[in-house]
């Protein structure tokens, strides 16, 4: 590995895709898509085993090759598992022979890739690849509750979607101390795009670009984001908490947040919640956050009971992917022709 790869971390809705889709467009680097990698496969990797063995290397290839992750990616799942058989002989080595796989289909020489609740494994990250670059997105944690409560991966609460956000983030500024860690605003990305990619671009060692900003669809498709993925960039959905997020929301997720809101540079914009607002809004995370985890009980069992079978272990873990499917798209260069 000649360069060091690059990861896209943060709080889902913070930007990260958009991010994803500007570095996807530079010649010389390859940004996969959600793997989820390092959360439904690292924490099993004791009952997978080493995988210099070759008969357990290959169980954990057919079982992450079954998951919807993996399927909504569009790669040929035969010559995915070929590659990976062959070089996947630890854990670090297995990630990073699938982000090449990306990489070599686009014909790029640089990996990276961007699932945002990878911020809990950024020290991980470092750890397998000496030098890597952490991408870390911030956005107004307002703005993102308020994304998130209209996404099927998301609570309705608003305490439970700032816990999020404060989680995500605090988890991924723990890498700051790391060469490679360079923290990001959404509303500077967006804001002043060019001077803002020129800053990213000097952090990965690579030279800036028009064609990033240019509004067209890359070989990487998001399937959750579909319904924007060939937006230009925009400014309009900065701010559209104060339109899609109640006063009452607002004054929760400003109290759940606490410090934390001026620890990333945001400021308190309402009215301190009232004890009757917070009340209402445990009462309400409480309701919201039993209404998810009780159909998602049977991922724990067989979490503990198969924890090689990653496509069931996904099936009740995340429900929300049961629905998708990968988009028509431009064709991947080994279904062109």
Known sequence: MNTPPIFIVGSPRSGTNLLCRMLDRHPNV??????????????????????????????????????????????????????????????????????????????????????????????TLCDWYPGAIILHLVRDPRDVVASLQRMPFGFTSAILNARTWLACNRAARQSRHRPGYLEVRYESLVLQPERELERICAAIGEKFTPRMLEAEQSASVEALETDRYLAPLTTDRLGKWRDQLT????????????????????????????????????????FDLARQAIPKLPALWYSYTTPTDLRRYEYWRHPHLRTYTRPEAAPHPERAG
């Not at 854990?91 to 014909?107: I, R």
């Not at 109290?255 to 009757?276: H, K, M, N």
């Open 30 to 123: 390859a940004i996969c898509g959600e793997t989820h990698l390092l959360s439904m496969v690292w924490p099993h990797r004791r009952a997978f085993g080493d995988l210099a063995d070759p008969g357990r290397r290959r169980r954990l290839v057919d079982a992450l090759l079954a998951t919807q992750r993996i399927q909504l990616l569009g790669f040929d799942s035969g010559k995915l598992a070929q590659e990976l058989n062959h070089d996947a002989t630890s854990y670090a080595a297995l990630f990073a022979s699938l982000l090449q796989y990306y990489a070599d289909l686009q014909e790029k020489p640089r990996w990276g890739e961007k699932t945002p609740q990878h911020a809990f494994f950024t020290e």
């Open 247 to 286: 006063t009452h929301q607002a004054a929760l997720v400003e109290w759940t947040i606490g410090e934390g809101l001026e620890e990333f540079g945001y400021r308190r914009e309402v009215p301190r919640a009232s004890a009757a607002t917070i009340f209402r809004g445990l009462c309400a995370a409480a």
